[in-house]
């Protein structure tokens, strides 16, 4: 009954979820322009930069030596920027020093 038909093979698709993570903003900005870059010219479908909140670490610490006087406080802060690139296949690119890349991978 079914012999004549032709089977076709199911091809899974798979979404790629890039995330990067640097201290140094310009290089990471190379990183997302080579990402991307490197998506297009194979004609693959991407879901541009997407931007998540950046991470502000901040440290209060006490100025005074002693346990005498006025209480002064120095604030010290680093900013993570965070962004976040969709694709659909991960592509080979040179990343640059300090920038952390997590990738994940989803069936659609």
Known sequence: ???DMPVEPEVMIHRIRITLTCHDVKSLKKVCADLIRGAKEKNLKVKGLV?????TLRIPTRKTPGGEGSQTWDRSQMRIPNPSVIGRQMTSIS???GVEVEATIADS
């Open 1 to 3: 009954l079914f012999k």
């Open 51 to 55: 931007h998540m909140p950046t991470k």
């Open 95 to 97: 990343i640059e020093p």
